[in-house]
């Protein structure tokens, strides 16, 4: 008897993914029975096989050219996740990136349901700064959609070697030196203001190796400022930091966001140095208090 209930399971399963392939009517009919199963289930308790269903359906929709309605159904499946406190294990880390993988690469809605995969993982309270599985896959989306903030991303999951493939996949030619030097600055920079100075150092470390084998400068003003910025955090040396930074100024300005991290966070962690506060807003925050 047993046999036969997954029999038609199964079956089930086939019927719902050729109902998909029919056509849009078919696809919207499709979307209806997977949410108004998962709802079933959950109704039930049956929060786990709620969110597989939800999965299967999410990668079902998308790989087959329906993101609307895939991206309602990936949706469901982490709202069920954070509104039951589901904790992270190996199965949901490999359905979400399964999900994950069925979306088109560049989809502004595949950048928001890896922000809420990351924001869950946070919920999950393991990790500070969330799963770093899912951090390095959300920094190589915003990465595809030219999103600068795939720099943090990337160092929150503590991925330098991926870091450093997308900057040599991307600018490729000799002659985008800066463009290359500046994303590892920028890396570098999240890196420190994460107080992680192990993987700045293998972001530097493997730069260098790969620009020697592909026989571009090393020679550079900010990959100079990189190495020195290294020895400097290793020394902790304050003053010799605030030197540099202001040396460095104009090289550092591409991006506002590397000033702002090195003034602020790197110095702070790094270095100790007390942020610069001004006295306007200083006296502000006193009346407020």
């Given at each position: 008897r047993m046999a036969a209930i997954r029999k038609r399971a199964v079956r089930k399963e086939v019927d719902l993914d050729e109902m998909v392939k029919s056509g849009p009517s078919g696809a919207y009919e499709a979307l209806q029975l997977f949410r108004s199963k998962a709802i079933r289930q959950r109704s039930k308790n049956e929060f786990l096989e709620a969110v597989k269903t939800t999965a299967v359906g999410a990668k079902c929709l998308l790989v087959n050219g329906y993101e609307t309605a895939g991206s309602e159904l990936s949706n469901l499946s982490l709202e069920l996740v954070t509104e039951n406190k589901f904790d992270l294990n190996e199965e949901l880390r490999a359905l979400f990136t399964e999900i994950d993988s069925a979306y088109p690469k560049t989809s502004?809605?595949?950048?928001?349901?890896?922000?809420?995969?990351?924001?869950?993982?946070?919920?999950?309270?393991?990790?500070?700064?969330?799963?770093?599985?899912?951090?390095?896959?959300?920094?190589?989306?915003?990465?595809?959609?030219?999103?600068?903030?795939?720099?943090?991303?990337?160092?929150?999951?503590?991925?330098?070697?991926?870091?450093?493939?997308?900057?040599?996949?991307?600018?490729?030619?000799?002659?985008?030196?800066?463009?290359?030097?500046?994303?590892?600055?920028?890396?570098?920079?999240?890196?420190?203001?994460?107080?992680?100075?192990?993987?700045?150092?293998?972001?530097?470390?493997?730069?260098?190796?790969?620009?020697?084998?592909?026989?571009?400068?090393?020679?550079?003003?900010?990959?100079?400022?990189?190495?020195?910025?290294?020895?400097?955090?290793?020394?902790?040396?304050?003053?010799?930091?605030?030197?540099?930074?202001?040396?460095?100024?104009?090289?550092?300005?591409?991006?506002?966001?590397v000033p702002t991290l090195m003034l602020g966070p790197i110095a702070v962690r790094m270095f100790g140095i007390k942020p610069k506060i001004n006295p306007m807003m200083s006296m502000l925050q006193s009346m407020i208090a």
């Open positions: 502004p809605a595949r950048v928001e349901f890896l922000k809420g995969v990351v924001k869950w993982t946070i919920l999950c309270g393991r990790k500070e700064l969330g799963d770093a599985q899912m951090q390095t896959r959300l920094a190589d989306c915003l990465w595809e959609v030219n999103d600068k903030t795939a720099a943090f991303h990337f160092a929150a999951g503590e991925a330098p070697v991926p870091y450093n493939d997308k900057i040599f996949a991307t600018f490729t030619e000799a002659n985008q030196q800066d463009k290359r030097d500046q994303a590892l600055t920028l890396g570098v920079a999240n890196f420190l203001a994460l107080e992680n100075l192990r993987d700045a150092n293998e972001m530097v470390f493997r730069y260098k190796k790969i620009s020697k084998e592909k026989g571009f400068r090393l020679d550079s003003k900010l990959i100079k400022f990189n190495d020195y910025l290294l020895l400097t955090c290793r020394r902790d040396a304050a003053p010799l930091f605030k030197q540099l930074v202001n040396a460095y100024a104009s090289d550092l300005d591409f991006d506002e966001t």
